[in-house]
């Protein structure tokens, strides 16, 4: 008891200053939420009342909901490809020692530390390369587009996946083979199922890497088609009303349920 | 079931040599135990003989199938392994399944099998649950379930149960070895409980550095330890060092003189060897008992309670300590500090 009420002026500072992360974390984010309901046509405080107004128009401009569907589209690409590739990847990196391990797994993990707006520019000038040696188009195309995106969310599937080998029990792997299953069996029906909250979290975390890319995607996607990310800056560019706040506040949704979904698979803070 | 043969069985990991040059033979439906300490190759030997590890060199016989180069499905062996190495994602009736499931029997037949594999190991009622809601012992079970249910030419235990506390460690001793002689399945139990090896096994290997030591039943290994590892090993014991001087006499460094009755082919009548004798083959009195070989007078230094038995440690004039076992009930009290005369026979007393 003694310790615990000594304890207690530490314990309020402590929670103060965690209080104070959410609120600097969490302040924009409500005060996004919040303007998209402001009936105000420039965006100013005090709001004069409060509409759904914004949301509606937001979804009768083009840019918006094509936006959306194709970013949409992009980002489930994404996850397929980024599974595809990053599990086996990380299958072969946790598993196995060969030749140019390391460089392999720095190389997928490299999108993580080269700043988008350069691996924006490399990934174009790389399909400008392609395409003058072999004729294949994929500057300005959606298979181009969804190729850098996979190339971006690869590292997260990598790493979750990666992760979560690590920590399997070989001798339970062991154990299948002794019971007679071969290579594929122990990896269908005991590997893969006990590393599956990896494999739903990498998945998941793509979704959202590529769902909010906006400096690659710039680059890359074909003349009048534009991502969700991209509409929103081109619409900053002429107006500053709600309806930006609005389409925000979806993006925010779809992504705050992505994780929420996520975590019930895989506790995130175990992750990092 | 099947005989197991061990043939120069050996495994190197680089220049390093876990287990060296092992040859060996399991009869069928025999329970083997291999002990030692910790270190000694006993993981690596079962885990040749089920294939997970590559021997180096050697080969290994099933009956009269060589599955030298096989690898662990194709095997047909039940492995127990140390954490018992459930699946964690699947029930205990899963667990148990898998193997038949592997051997793809009919879906009634695996039921069946794999109902009756629970009820041999009490466990009928916790089917549905998974591993982690289980507690030590009955994951214990559900591996031993799981090894037993696909009829293993041989089963194999690695420390089945180091994890345990004392009490249910001797309850599932009692029901490994009841289920081993129920199916009179060949059984190789790795071990450094020596009291396991004594209780379970029909034979036991000494293994020390990666080599056997000792191969015999419990009381060839007890009354007749091929050498002071083994002797010191399995049990307690006193030991004295000095010289065979004649067939059945030993003379210590400190001069006394001994008869024995066995000597292990190791120790040459020559050479420094050391005379040695169980702590509970003594008796301790004031007076020597005459129908003994053996005596010795020495004063009592410690004396420790045990339960069943009380242990004296007895300081001999020329300084040497020795340790006795006796009932808790002595005919007559000893206390610290009192002169004591300790005998024992020469069939007790062996040389190494
Ligand atoms: N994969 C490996 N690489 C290198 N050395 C190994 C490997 N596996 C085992 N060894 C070595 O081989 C020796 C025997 O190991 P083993 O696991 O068989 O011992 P053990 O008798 O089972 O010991 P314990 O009672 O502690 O389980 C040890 O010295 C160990 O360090
Ligand atoms: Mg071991």
Known sequence: MAVSIRALPGRTAFLA????????????????????????????????????????????????????????????????????????????????????????????????????????????????????????????????LCLAHVVLALPWTVRLVTASLIGVNRLVEEAAMTLGAGPVKTLWRVTLPMIRPAIVAGGLFSFVVSFVDLEKSLFLVGPGRMTLPIAIINYLEWSIDPTIAAV????????????????????????F | MAKIALENLEKRFGSFVAVESLSLEIADGEFLALLGPSGCGKTTILRMISGLTEATRGRIHFGARDVTGLPPYARNIGLVFQGYALFPHMTVAENVAFGLEMRALDRGEIGHRVHSALETVQLAGLASRLPRQLSGGQQQRVALARAIVIRPDALLLDEPLSALDAKLRQELRQEIRRLQRSLGITTICVTHDQEEALSLATRLVVMHHGRIEQIGTPSDLYERPASRFVAEFIGKSNFLDGRVVAKDEFVTKSGFVFRFQRQSARASSHEASSVGFRPEKIEIGRARNAALANHVEGTVDAITYLGATTEYEVRLPSLERLTVHAGANPVEPIGIGDEVTLSWSSEATFVV
């Open chain 1, 248 to 271: 925000a506040t979806i993006q925010i949704l779809i992504i705050s349920a992505a994780l929420l979904l996520t975590d019930r698979f895989v506790r995130l803070s175990r992750v």
């Open chain 1, 17 to 144: 200053s965690v209080g104070f992360a959410y609120l600097i974390i969490l302040a924009p984010l409500i005060a996004v939420f919040w303007v998209s309901f402001f009936r105000n046509k420039i965006i100013a405080f005090p709001p004069q009342g409060y509409t759904l107004a914004w949301f509606a128009n937001a979804w009768s401009l083009d840019d918006f909901r094509n936006g959306f569907v194709l970013s949409l589209e992009v980002g489930i690409i994404a996850t397929l490809g980024s599974l595809l590739i990053g599990v086996p990847a990380a299958l072969a990196l946790a598993r196995h020692d060969f030749r140019g391990r390391e460089a392999i797994s720095a190389a997928l993990m490299s999108p993580l530390i080269v700043p988008g707006i350069v691996a924006g520019t490399a990934v174009y000038m790389f399909y400008i390369e392609i395409e003058t040696w072999t004729d294949v188009q994929l500057a300005a195309t959606l298979p181009g």
